[in-house]
């Protein structure tokens, strides 16, 4: 097997595991937060989404599905288009309402096919480019989507915790 075999499996379990966390609920699950300060499910999603889209998008030298297919314009959010919601205050996590659980399952299909496409022409070689210099030791390819597939894990888990707190 090789590493972009592992790595497309590993992007596969995100997407069924985001399907199964939001598929079904409605606008309001999604926005609502279980205490103040707690992150909602339908941000949490946008996030991971948004996170994966920007930084595949990047180390492929693409545009972001988000903007190069209109999900921007569809989700309509009242946020910078290049928001990933890293950063974002209280205030600016409750403008993220999402639509509806359909947009984002949507979205989430259109970046997984993105980042399948890129991982599909991948080498083991690849892995070892420098991505990022910003960083010491500088970041890897191989590091980079290991991140993102960390990242997008640990936002699946805490969406699934709040989705069975709202009884779900």
Excluded at 56 to 68: I, K, L, M, P, S
Excluded at 105 to 123: C, M, P
């Amino acid at each position: 097997m090789r590493s972009r075999d592992v790595l497309t499996y590993a992007y596969e379990q995100v997407e069924e595991t985001f399907t199964s966390t939001v598929e079904g609920l409605d606008p309001d699950d999604l926005a609502r937060r279980v205490q103040p300060g707690a992150n909602p499910i339908g941000w949490l999603a946008w996030h991971l989404l948004r996170v994966q889209d920007d930084h595949v998008a990047e180390v492929a030298g693409t545009e972001q599905v988000w903007t190069a297919e209109g999900w921007a314009g569809r989700f309509g959010l009242p946020v910078a288009e290049a928001a990933t919601g890293y950063g974002m205050s209280d205030e600016e996590v409750d403008a993220v309402r999402v639509p509806s659980a359909d947009l984002l399952l949507g979205y989430a299909r259109a970046v997984h096919s993105r980042t399948a496409q890129f991982l599909a022409g991948l080498s083991d070689e690849d892995l070892d480019r420098v991505v990022d210099t910003n960083w010491d030791p500088p970041v890897t390819l191989g590091v980079r989507l290991v991140s993102v597939l960390s990242d997008d894990l640990q936002h699946l888990g805490q969406a699934a915790y709040v989705r069975g707190l709202l009884g779900g």
